[in-house]
């Protein structure tokens, strides 16, 4: 993935009155195969004081793209956008936006919308390359997850970039040129943004991933009545994640996703529940916790991606056990799959959540199944829950862990797509919400595959 920009069309310029100009070069997240390695460059182009035309540029998100034949690739294929060449020189990384030759742009700064992968994972490749990386400005969330990326892709902490935590209702100014302002954008992770860039001659909306739901336990943000705010000063244009875009209706409401968990928990009272979940989709582990303080059991986790975001919740601010208590007046214990109070619960006593989803033989799941798991031997006492049409290229390794667990005289219910347990991006109700708020001049669709 590269990014190329256009030389300035000086002559359409004075036709329009404008002595500058803002350029988006999208490097990456509108693949025609695929959603991945999302980054945006965007560089605001204008005449110095000598009559040079110079350039202010920022890039939001640097993520990973990766393909394997897991997915339905023919082959392996690890990529990110490619930015190595508009990185800064360690002299110019010093947290200013540098004015370059509109020809030879220079990332001053990098924004986060979220901490997915698919947002982030591009940037221990580009410190790798030998890159300088600019100042970030993310979430709590965020940055603990990009710290945790970075030190888990061997990256010394002397090269590590200089991170900036930025929360909704922040206004970063960068340069006299350029400001962006920041809003939270309900997604499936917490303190998802989304961003406001301001220049002399535009106001741009970048959406990252989002959806509306006020019912979110803790990866709520999207608020109308701040983006119509921002609407009220006149949007010229918004990149608008897509993804549910042809999706009729809302994108499922989490309220309803959590009762539907809690029905099913309730219905096997006698047995140990697991579901078999995606670590990062951390409003899907909250709500469970929800559910495991309502039917009087502790939420035992299993996996490393569980683990992951159960620690970030807590670095970031985030105390999951307080939010129930204070939601349901019920405690929330949660436990350690391997530890000695989990393997002493019955199986009446555990809710269990557990990587595994997509059938991957390396998953706490998929290794339970065949009996290998150190701490979990499936049973007759157990209900194991995912969803049936998770989308993946090798449905015969879930399909051999389905029929592994029903040997075992596992319960097993497979049900559903997906989106029934939990869907971070808006369908059409959600985005005709978001645009009426905005009333841009011009939508940009992104983040999703044409069809």
């Known amino acids: 993935m590269s990014t190329d920009f256009p030389k300035v069309d000086e002559a359409a310029l004075a036709e329009q009155g404008n002595d500058g100009e803002f350029v988006w070069s999208p490097s990456g997240g509108n693949q025609d195969d695929s959603i991945g390695g999302n980054s945006h460059m965007y560089s605001y182009r204008f005449k110095d004081k000598s009559d040079r035309w110079r350039a202010e540029t920022i890039l939001v998100d640097v993520g990973l793209l990766h393909r394997t034949a897991f997915y339905g690739d023919d082959v392996e294929r690890i990529d990110t956008p ?15 936006l540098v004015r370059t030759q509109v020809d030879k742009p220079v990332i001053g700064a990098i924004l986060i919308t979220h901490g997915h992968s698919d947002h982030i994972a591009g940037l221990a490749a580009h410190i790798k390359a030998g890159a300088v990386t600019p100042p970030v400005y993310a979430s709590a969330y965020s940055a603990f997850l990009i710290k945790a990326h970075l030190a888990n892709n061997g990256i010394d902490k002397d090269h590590w970039p200089e991170i900036n935590v930025v929360k909704s209702g922040d206004r970063i100014e960068l340069s006299e040129n350029m400001a962006v302002e920041v809003a939270g954008a309900t997604h499936s992770i917490p303190q998802a943004l989304s961003f406001l860039i301001e220049t002399p001659t535009a106001r741009h909306f970048h959406s990252g991933d989002l959806k509306v739901d006020e019912g979110s336990l803790v990866a709520g943000g999207t608020d109308p009545l701040q983006l119509k705010e921002w609407g009220d000063r006149g949007i010229d244009s918004a990149l608008i994640d897509s993804t549910s875009a042809p999706k009729k209706g809302w994108a499922k409401r ?3 996703i959590r009762e539907e968990a809690r029905q099913l ?12 979940v995606i670590g990062s989709y951390v409003e899907q582990l ?16 299993g996996g490393k991606s569980v683990e992951t975001h159960l620690v970030a919740l807590q670095a970031s601010g985030i105390d999951l056990p307080a939010l129930v208590k204070e939601r349901t007046g019920k405690e ?32 706490v799941l998929a290794q339970a199944s065949k009996g290998k798991h150190g701490a979990w031997k499936p049973s007759a006492d157990d209900v194991v829950i995912w969803p049936a049409g998770y989308r993946t290229a090798a449905p015969e390794q879930a399909n051999a862990m389905d029929r592994a667990l029903r040997q075992r005289r596992v319960d097993v219910m497979r049900f559903g797509k997906r989106s029934d347990f ?10 005709k919400e978001i645009l009426a708020a905005l009333r841009p001049a011009v939508v940009i669709p992104t983040h999703g595959i044409p069809s």
């Not at 909250?286 to 986790?301: K, S």
């Not at 939990?422 to 985005?431: A, M, N, P, T, W």
């Open 82 to 96: 490619d930015h190595s060449e508009y990185m800064p020189r360690a002299e110019a990384s010093d947290g200013k």
């Open 254 to 256: 989490e309220q309803v």
């Open 265 to 276: 928990v309730e219905k096997h009272p006698s047995k140990r529940v697991t579901y078999a």
């Open 286 to 301: 909250a709500g469970l916790g929800e559910v495991a303080a309502q039917t009087g059991r502790a939420l035992v986790y």
């Open 332 to 363: 929330l214990r949660i436990l350690d799959i391997y530890s000695d109070e989990a393997r002493a619960l019955k199986p009446s006593e555990a809710l269990q959540v557990v990587t595994g989803v997509d059938g991957d033989d390396a998953t």
């Open 422 to 431: 939990g869907e971070g991006h808006g369908r059409e109700e959600d985005l």
